[in-house]
């Protein structure tokens, strides 16, 4: 069974989806969906992309699983035909629209059952605007967001949204205050138009120098002392928070968070990590959850310096929480019963749908990490987020008391549990604050990582928790990427 154990600046959202388009060759008569086997592959990621000429669709073209570059293919636009020119394999643009694609590749030897040339589907990318929501909604008092909360210095700004009982006000209508001074500042303004032509005069934040501010607002008799505002600037170019092709739709494709207490000194750890290692290859269960596998067993080469363990009280391995906030299981050493109340577990969180999606983008700079996430709010509440960066492949001899299988190579394994509770010794995520249902809101992690990890082996767990009405938070959705340069889409049931 399943025991409950702990109880313990509105922005817009976009995201960017992959498309792929697998084919054996023109006129072949094998199978066309691009599973694998399929000798010619072409995919773009993101294929929703911003209209402001930087945000990139990149295209990766194969022949038999090997890449090919621009001079080995031509690019067509599929409307009319005509060649495009794509000499980095990459899509960019200023114009909003849909733009449509296809490949073809010139086999240059076919052997036996190969085609002379290739063509593939048809490849859409969408490119769309980035918009300042300025339209009315139904949120009651004075509220405030920002259209972003990390910019780059001498690069990008930070608008301010200002509303009263959900009608925009302009600037100069309240005065803005330094959260740390509690002096009233004066912001330079930009005009910003409604989709029903109304303008509005807002104020922005911009800094030539890194630095993180923050805000709060004053109107009237009301103000936002309670949930100022916080803008981080820095001097490394920030990736481009990604498009969201479906703003009206707030059910998300939901992800259980798993994580596995576990060490190479734990002799019936292997009891728990056989029955998730099924899961994972069951198709059933693989795509509900994700999993972090912390080494927190005395004396552990792969334990890593962020003490989730002990901020759960948890002394003993194996261990298993759902969401960081359920007990799945702990000290049971029989394979069948674990695997019976891990299922079991998946079941009972998948009945409560994610109150939240997730999507992101990343950039790698030597061993900084930085990763713009995105969390869209389903329902109103206060949320928090969380980037855990994993590692796979590791080799270590594991204690094994007569589990049958090879346990000696260790993935998913915790590096850094970047969610650590300002002030607090809970990593249960920073605080993003209070999403109304629809609002989205972005949070920048720079992370370090360790120039002895192997980056190629490493990826990240993204998760949002959410405050019960008894004031705890749970996770309430999670999601992984590919790698630690992939992209991850915003996605919907």
Same mark, same amino acid.
């Given at each position: 069974?399943?025991?409950?154990?702990?109880?313990?600046?509105?922005? !817009?959202?976009?995201?960017?989806?992959?498309?792929?388009?697998?084919?054996?060759?023109?006129?072949?008569?094998?199978?066309? %969906?691009?599973?694998?086997?399929?000798?010619?592959?072409?995919?773009?990621?993101?294929?929703?992309?911003?209209?402001?000429?930087?945000?990139?669709?990149?295209?990766?073209?194969?022949?038999?699983?090997?890449?090919?570059? %621009?001079?080995?293919?031509?690019?067509?636009?599929?409307?009319? @035909?005509?060649?495009?020119?794509?000499?980095?394999?990459?899509?960019?643009?200023?114009?909003?629209?849909?733009?449509?694609?296809?490949?073809?590749?010139?086999?240059?030897?076919?052997?036996?059952?190969?085609?002379?040339?290739?063509?593939?589907?048809?490849?859409?990318? %969408?490119?769309?605007?980035?918009?300042?929501?300025?339209?009315?909604?139904?949120?009651?008092?004075?509220?405030?967001?920002?259209? /972003?909360?990390?910019?780059?210095?001498?690069? *990008?700004?930070?608008?301010?949204?200002?509303?009263?009982?959900?009608?925009?006000?302009?600037?100069?209508?309240?005065?803005?205050?330094?959260?740390? #001074?509690?002096?009233?500042?004066?912001?330079?303004?930009?005009?910003?138009?409604?989709?029903? &032509?109304?303008?509005?005069?807002?104020? =922005?934040?911009?800094?030539?120098?890194?630095?993180?501010?923050?805000?709060?607002?004053? =109107?009237?008799?009301?103000? /936002?002392?309670?949930?100022?505002?916080?803008?981080?600037?820095? @001097?490394?170019?920030?990736?481009?928070?990604?498009?969201?092709?479906?703003?009206?739709?707030?059910?998300?494709?939901?992800?259980?968070?798993?994580?596995?207490?576990?060490?190479?000194?734990?002799?019936?750890?292997?009891?728990?990590?056989?029955?998730?290692?099924?899961? !994972?290859?069951?198709?059933?269960?693989?795509?509900?959850? #994700?999993?972090?596998?912390?080494?927190?067993?005395?004396?552990?080469?792969?334990?890593?310096?962020?003490?989730?363990?002990?901020?759960?009280?948890?002394?003993?391995?194996?261990?298993?929480?759902? *969401?960081?906030?359920? #007990?799945?299981?702990?000290?049971?050493?029989?394979?069948?019963?674990?695997?019976?109340?891990?299922?079991?577990?998946?079941?009972?969180?998948?009945?409560?749908?994610?109150?939240?999606?997730?999507?992101?983008?990343?950039?790698?700079?030597?061993? /900084?990490?930085?990763?713009?996430?995105?969390?869209?709010?389903?329902?109103?509440?206060?949320?928090?987020?969380?980037?855990?960066?994993?590692?796979?492949?590791?080799?270590?001899?594991? #204690?094994?008391? &007569?589990?049958?299988?090879?346990?000696?190579?260790?993935?998913?394994?915790?590096?850094?549990?970047?969610?650590?509770?300002?002030?607090?010794?809970?990593?249960?995520?920073? @605080?993003?604050? !209070?999403?109304?249902?629809?609002?989205?809101?972005? =949070?920048?992690?720079?992370? @370090?990582?360790?120039?002895?990890?192997?980056?190629?082996?490493?990826?990240?767990?993204?998760?949002?928790?959410?405050?019960?009405?008894?004031?705890?938070?749970?996770? /309430?959705?999670?999601?992984?990427?590919?790698?630690?340069?992939?992209?991850?889409?915003?996605?919907?049931?």
């Amino acid at each position: 069974m399943i025991a409950r154990m702990f109880g313990k600046a509105l922005l !817009l959202a976009a995201v960017g989806f992959s498309t792929v388009s697998c084919l054996k060759g023109a006129g072949a008569d094998d199978d066309n %969906s691009g599973g694998q086997g399929s000798i010619f592959s072409v995919t773009v990621a993101p294929s929703a992309i911003a209209a402001d000429g930087k945000d990139a669709a990149v295209f990766d073209v194969r022949f038999k699983g090997n890449p090919l570059t %621009s001079a080995d293919v031509v690019f067509y636009n599929a409307d009319d @035909n005509s060649v495009v020119e794509m000499p980095d394999m990459r899509f960019t643009t200023t114009e909003p629209g849909d733009y449509r694609f296809y490949v073809t590749y010139v086999n240059p030897a076919p052997e036996e059952g190969e085609e002379a040339e290739y063509k593939s589907d048809v490849l859409l990318v %969408s490119a769309v605007n980035e918009t300042i929501n300025v339209e009315p909604n139904d949120q009651t008092g004075l509220t405030s967001a920002l259209s /972003t909360t990390v910019v780059q210095a001498d690069v *990008d700004r930070a608008v301010f949204v200002v509303r009263f009982d959900g009608q925009v006000l302009n600037a100069g209508d309240y005065d803005i205050y330094d959260n740390d #001074t509690n002096r009233k500042v004066t912001l330079p303004t930009t005009a910003v138009t409604s989709e029903t &032509g109304i303008e509005y005069t807002l104020p =922005y934040y911009s800094s030539s120098v890194a630095e993180t501010r923050s805000f709060w607002i004053s =109107y009237k008799t009301s103000n /936002t002392i309670a949930n100022p505002l916080t803008v981080t600037c820095v @001097n490394t170019a920030i990736p481009v928070r990604p498009v969201d092709p479906q703003p009206d739709n707030l059910s998300f494709r939901h992800r259980v968070m798993i994580s596995q207490f576990t060490g190479l000194g734990c002799g019936y750890c292997p009891f728990v990590i056989a029955p998730l290692d099924a899961m !994972l290859a069951d198709e059933n269960y693989a795509p509900r959850f #994700t999993l972090a596998a912390i080494h927190s067993y005395p004396g552990d080469p792969f334990g890593p310096s962020d003490d989730v363990a002990g901020s759960f009280g948890i002394t003993g391995a194996p261990y298993v929480l759902y *969401d960081m906030y359920y #007990t799945v299981l702990g000290g049971s050493y029989n394979y069948a019963t674990n695997l019976k109340y891990l299922q079991e577990g998946i079941e009972d969180m998948m009945a409560n749908p994610a109150k939240a999606g997730i999507a992101a983008r990343t950039a790698l700079d030597g061993n /900084t990490l930085i990763v713009r996430m995105v969390v869209k709010a389903g329902e109103t509440g206060k949320y928090r987020v969380g980037a855990w960066v994993l590692e796979d492949g590791l080799t270590g001899k594991q #204690t094994n008391y &007569g589990m049958e299988g090879e346990f000696n190579t260790h993935n998913h394994v915790l590096r850094r549990a970047d969610s650590k509770v300002e002030g607090s010794n809970s990593y249960l995520g920073h @605080n993003i604050g !209070l999403l109304n249902a629809g609002d989205s809101a972005d =949070y920048l992690f720079t992370i @370090n990582l360790d120039s002895s990890w192997n980056k190629d082996n490493c990826n990240l767990l993204l998760f949002v928790s959410v405050q019960n009405e008894k004031g705890s938070y749970y996770v /309430t959705n999670s999601a992984e990427t590919e790698s630690l340069t992939s992209s991850l889409a915003m996605e919907y049931e």
